[in-house]
């Protein structure tokens, strides 16, 4: 005979290492998870089982189930390599499911869990939890605990956590940012840029060959100081961006730049409305 006992029923039979789980909290799933806790602060012990399930001809994960309090419930993805987390957050349980997809892409799915169900929140092909950690010392230390491998950035807080992407914001590069859970359950994004990081070419200077109008900025805060003009014959790299319609550039002279962007997914194509291969070469781009 099996008898679940919970903190919240009899906190004296623990011994005081253990103590009740705070009202927020994050934690790592992993691929499949069996859980007992209330998911939704209705006072009842649920009991939550997930799961992914691959296409037999494909090998892609088709398929996440959901078991909750012996009610299943499947919802369809796409990708491979499933990792989840989970987050609690304003009294609701969220499940963030990421998938590999091809070129170092994800899948990132956002579901939350009640009683009632499973309702998907999100579905996003930008942003996951993995990358590699060639540039792990810039991150605070408690994110980089050393029970997770290598690929895994840990998320343990609902309110502050690091999403990664592939951006080919005149360059192929990989970027980080930090994020927090939104009201809705949705990644909201706390930092003002990703910075930009890994490169896929062993030099990353990329070579101005006319003049670029641009806006100079501080390096620490990021604030616009004047006009500037990147001159012909310059050199940069691209160090932030917010994806969409900025690039923050520094020169070999370590000044950095803002320049306005149009982009068609993670792609500039445009700066100031010209075409990135009028104003620059040496760009490298890579998926």
């Known amino acids: ?30 691929e499949s998870f069996d859980i007992k806790q209330d998911i939704d602060d209705d006072d009842d012990i ?3 089982t997930g799961y992914t399930e691959e296409d037999y001809e494909s090998g892609a994960i088709n398929k996440i189930h959901f078991i909750i309090n012996d009610k299943e419930i499947t919802k369809k993805v796409d990708g491979y390599s499933a990792d989840m987390y989970l987050f609690h957050k304003d009294d609701k349980t969220f499940v963030y499911l990421d998938l590999l997809v091809d070129n170092d892409y ?27 950690l ?10 980089l605990e050393m029970e997770y491998s290598n690929s895994y950035y840990p ?19 990989d970027g980080y940012a930090k994020f927090g859970v939104g009201a809705n359950g949705k990644p909201e994004m706390k930092d003002k840029y990703f910075t930009l990081k890994n490169f896929v070419e062993a030099e990353p200077f990329i ?29 940069f790299i691209p160090v932030m961006t917010d994806g969409e319609t900025v690039v923050i550039v520094k020169d070999n002279n370590e000044k950095c730049y803002k320049l306005d962007v149009k982009s068609e997914g993670r792609y500039a194509t ?3 409305g010209k075409d990135i291969n009028e104003l620059f070469e040496n760009m490298m781009f890579a998926g």
């Open 134 to 143: 060639e540039y792990k010392d810039e991150f605070p230390k408690e994110y």
């Open 46 to 48: 649920d009991t939550v």
């Open 1 to 30: 005979i099996t008898v679940a006992i919970t903190y919240d029923e009899e906190p004296d039979l623990f011994a005081d290492v253990y103590n009740n789980a705070p009202d927020e909290y994050a934690m790592r799933l992993g």
């Open 270 to 272: 445009q700066v100031n």
């Open 106 to 132: 994800h899948n990132l799915y956002v579901y939350k869990l009640s009683d009632n169900g499973v309702q998907q929140v999100m579905k996003d092909g930008m942003y996951g939890f993995r990358k590699s």
């Open 155 to 173: 998320a343990t807080d609902p309110d502050e956590f690091y999403l990664m992407g592939t951006f080919h914001m005149l360059s192929t590069a």
């Open 207 to 235: 070579d101005v060959k006319t003049d670029v109008d641009c806006k100079e900025v501080d390096p620490e805060t990021l604030e616009e100081t004047g006009d500037a003009v990147l001159a012909k014959g310059a050199k």
